[in-house]
């Protein structure tokens, strides 16, 4: 099975590429529209590709991921093109997505839906939602942990650490939020410097913004922020202090100087979607919860640098993790209970 990319300048690119879709199996092909930031990004849309691949690829169904330089405005077009073009399954990797796609599903009840980080209503539509914000707390903790211990390569003695978000919104706060939330949890004077680049798509900025917090003292930054996180990743390799992926395991880019990375499993997650939905099964009107009781967020093995952290602080974040799967540690959620007063 071939696949094939379209990537998008204008409705016009877009259609033209529509009509030659051919029919892998009995279901109607998927596509997967691809977030801020686009594919490359080593982050969220490349992790979600891939579990789309292997769906694919498993079921024998045909599709298409589909980029659009201008992906938050043409939202609405674009998904009504898709459910014209013949596209039996839609998913969106964009949440600014959620609320028109709401609309479009019920002119469409014959498509099956999926949105992802957020709750929709609709028969059609599937909800996946993820715990970003108790896998960040558990980055946060383990970034409380580390920033003052002068032991370890990199570090000084200040407790602060900083975050870098991509833009400012409930989607990307949730992670900021778990992470403050957790690195207070364990050390209540930590200082956490919280930045916007307002782009996922600009490494050359997050390489500035993170030598900038680098320069005010912290030595990790947590990167939530696509592909200009890349640049972030670069920056603590460059300044030799650390930086925290999200979304994939992102230690590789930089070993040594990526303390860990926040797992995501949204490839995971796309596969299982797309699988169901070729088997007649797709999962309307449900919502979808991958969070660390279902190993849907969960911290990378450190392959790079956990022989530079005390097994004490790891032993603490696991006891962390197990409280908090167990309901004795509720970690805020930004998406459903709003902004904490921390947060303000």
């Given amino acids: 099975m071939k696949l094939k990319q379209i990537a998008i300048g204008g409705m016009a690119a877009m259609l ?39 769906g694919l690829e498993k079921t024998g169904i045909d599709g298409r991921p589909l980029e659009s330089k201008d992906v938050v405005a043409q939202g609405e077009e674009i998904m009504r093109r898709a459910a014209d073009g013949g596209f039996g399954l839609i998913i969106s990797l964009e949440w600014i ?32 939602v993820f715990a970003e914000h108790e ?10 942990l580390v920033t003052t211990d002068t032991s370890i ?9 900083g975050v870098i978000g991509g833009v400012k919104a409930p989607g990307i706060d949730k992670f900021i939020v778990g992470y403050i939330q957790g690195a207070e949890a364990v050390n209540p004077d930590i200082d956490v410097k919280v930045a916007y ?10 390489e500035q913004m993170a030598k900038a917090m680098f320069d005010q ?39 040594g100087h990526v303390l860990t990375s926040m797992l995501k499993r949204v490839d995971v997650a796309v596969e299982d979607i797309v699988t169901d939905y070729a088997a007649g099964n797709f999962p309307g009107g449900e919502v ?44 805020w959620d930004v998406s459903t209970q709003g902004y904490p007063e921390f947060f303000e």
């Fill in 135 to 144: 896998g960040s707390f558990l980055a946060g903790a383990l970034a409380g």
């Fill in 16 to 54: 033209a590429g529509i009509p030659s879709i051919a029919m892998a199996a009995d279901a109607a092909p998927a596509v997967l529209i691809i977030a801020q930031g686009g594919l490359g990004d080593g982050s969220w849309n490349d992790t979600a590709y891939a579990g789309f691949q292997a």
């Fill in 217 to 255: 003292g912290a030595d990790i930054v947590y990167q939530v922020a696509g592909g200009t996180g890349i640049g972030i990743i670069e920056a603590a390799k460059n300044e030799g202090h650390y930086a925290i992926g999200v979304d994939t395991d992102q230690d590789g880019m930089a070993p």
């Fill in 97 to 128: 997505h959620g609320e028109p796609m709401q609309d479009i599903a019920t002119d469409y009840p014959d498509h099956n839906w999926v949105i992802l980080n957020q709750t929709r209503e609709g028969d059609n539509i599937a909800s996946v």
């Fill in 153 to 161: 390569p990199g570090i000084n003695p200040d407790p602060v650490i």
């Fill in 288 to 331: 979808i919860d991958f969070g660390l009781a279902q190993n849907g967020v969960a911290l990378s093995d450190m392959t790079h640098t956990k022989d530079l952290v005390p097994a004490a602080y790891l032993e603490q974040v696991e006891a962390l993790k197990d409280d908090i799967v167990a309901g004795r540690i509720e970690v």
């Fill in 197 to 206: 680049s307002d782009t996922f798509g600009d490494p050359s900025k997050g």
